[in-house]
């Protein structure tokens, strides 16, 4: 990092910079210079974030007990805790998903115990580090803090990844694994950037017609690591691989032709397409075999001795470790339990949906619900209610966002809006492949991040730049401090009626994000649609 910062000051010297949204030649922009104002901003806004995420985070439970699918990831992550590292699942017979959101689990539950608060703690604190990162990502990639800040009230304000936050389940673990790569690899690419740009300015750029050699980048070998414990979570991890990847040597690619490499294709092909190979592909792979690092040292895994019992000895790939070949029949059987959820075989749930219903959040999914007994509403009849339900004020404006990121991404060439369409895009376009499988509103829990991301960089167009052009004062080269320009003025006040209308969304959804004792015909008016019934 010391030598990186150090190429960054040699290239501010030699040609001066300023904010833009997307570097070119031979302006070197590299990141928001507001450090101290951005850490701040962001500290304050985590702040507000922990504090809605982890208060009453034990409440509500089902008589003491874990509530929807917290009764499968709870009991299996104290199996984890207690019974040596691994999780047996018997009541099902099997576990149907890699144990790293259920380890994540175990660390609230040795911390506080088999309790709400034991196996929500992880969640909560997932769900804070969400916004850090969001916040982060976006400054960067808008080298704006304001911008930054818009993104991180977004998801503060987001009951989708609201409510994920505050349940044992492994849906936020997902969004902040692949939201955290997603930001390595926006830094890795303004490191590549800084280091191509030294190179340019040293007038290396033409030694070899494929560009510079990039050197070591830790940035993108921790969104391997990072891409490697999201599919330890859940195997849709994968797609995220598949669509980060691209991405990453798209951006090799756009940064060899930016600075004058005379075969950036080529370039890319031969200096970077290899090395990705190896920090998306194989470095995920190694960390989500580690992953399972307590089954394969374990006696009384699900189907650890699978090889001799469940599969034969010999065959094509007897040439491998037996426990390899266990986890591999291990992993069949779990895709099978997966395959056979269909609707087509008579498999139905009240509350499923659908994904072309989850860019708008239309078919919401009811956790909890309770009449009985409850009392607190102020009448003699009561109930209360979990729904995990995305913010209107957000997800209604979905498909124009979506629009407006498309024509950014294809006509304008904005680098910005298609990365944040790739993440997008890997959390969404899947599951389309697959329509006869039962699916769930939480599926969608990695797309916020990145729709939040979308529409603060809307806001951000629609604010405009900062300041008008500055007025010279003399032939000397001085100019007079810009004025914010009219356009300006309205944008703010569009963005802050916006962001107030949120705000004001997400107040009045709390008590049925939170379980708070209502009314039934209260209960009745949070439920807008149809579909939310």
């Known amino acids: 990092m010391t030598q990186v910062t150090d190429q960054r000051a040699t290239v501010a010297k030699a040609v001066p910079s300023w904010s833009s949204p997307a570097p070119l030649r031979p302006t070197p922009d590299f990141g928001p210079l507001d450090k101290m104002q951005g850490w701040v901003v962001t500290a304050v806004l985590t702040t507000i974030a922990g504090l809605t995420r982890f208060i009453m985070l034990d409440y509500p439970t089902d008589a003491y007990t874990p509530v929807f699918d917290e009764k499968h990831y709870a009991p299996q992550a104290w199996q984890i805790l207690t019974g040596g590292g691994v999780e047996d699942n018997p009541a099902y017979g099997l576990v149907v998903h890699p144990p790293i959101g259920k380890q994540l689990i175990a660390i609230g539950e040795w911390m506080f115990g088999y309790n709400g608060w034991g196996w929500r703690f992880s969640a909560a604190l997932a769900g804070t580090v969400l916004v850090l990162l969001v916040i982060r990502i976006v400054r960067r990639m808008a080298r704006s803090t304001m911008i930054g800040a818009i993104a991180g009230i977004l998801l503060i304000a987001d009951g989708l990844t609201f409510v994920s936050s505050r349940i044992g389940m492994l849906d936020i673990f997902m969004a902040v694994l692949v939201t955290a790569a997603f930001g390595c690899l926006i830094v890795d690419r303004d ?56 991405m990453s040597v ?30 998306l592909v194989l470095i995920p792979l190694g960390v989500y075999l580690a992953s399972y690092w307590a089954w394969f040292s374990s006696e009384d895994g699900v189907f650890r001795y699978a090889v001799g019992n469940q599969v034969g000895r010999d065959g094509p790939w007897s040439f491998l470790p037996n426990a390899l070949r266990s986890l591999w029949y291990y992993s069949g059987e779990t895709l099978r339990f997966h395959e056979g959820l269909t609707n087509s075989a008579g498999n139905h749930h009240p509350w499923e949906s659908k994904p072309w ?28 209610a979990v729904m995990l339900i995305g913010t209107p004020a957000i997800w209604w404006i979905a498909f124009p966002v979506l629009a407006w990121m498309l024509w950014r991404s294809v006509v304008r060439r904005d680098w910005r809006y298609a990365a944040i369409l790739t ?27 990145f729709l939040v991301m979308g529409i603060a960089l809307v806001c951000g167009d629609i604010l405009g730049p900062a300041r008008s052009t500055p007025i010279p004062r003399s032939p000397a080269g ?36 939170t379980a708070l004792p209502i009314t039934p015909g209260n209960w009745h008016d949070h439920l807008w649609l149809p579909s939310w019934r």
Do not use: H
């Open 478 to 513: 001085t100019y007079l401090p810009a004025v914010p320009s009219e356009q300006r003025s309205l944008g703010l006040l569009a963005v802050c009626i916006y962001l107030g209308l949120v705000i004001a969304n997400f107040i009045w959804l709390w008590p049925i994000l």
């Open 191 to 246: 490191e590549v950037r800084a280091r191509i740009a030294l190179v340019d300015y040293q007038g290396r750029i033409d030694a070899s017609e494929w560009g510079p050699r990039l050197g070591v980048r830790w940035w993108r070998f921790g969104a391997g690591v990072l891409l490697g414990l999201s599919c330890g979570t859940k195997w849709s991890g994968m797609y995220f691989i598949l669509a980060f990847g691209i």
């Open 357 to 384: 219903t989850w860019p708008m959040g239309l078919r919401p999914m009811l956790y909890y619900y309770a009449d009985n007994g409850v009392t607190g509403c102020g009448q003699t009849q009561c109930v209360k």
């Open 250 to 279: 798209c951006f090799d690619a756009a940064a060899r032709r930016t600075y004058g490499v005379r075969r950036p294709w080529v370039g890319t092909a031969v200096r970077d397409i290899g090395p990705a190979l190896y920090a």
């Open 423 to 449: 993440g997008y895009g890997a959390g969404l376009v899947p599951w389309f492949f697959t329509l006869d499988r039962q699916m769930y509103y939480f599926y969608a829990v990695p797309l916020a991040p």
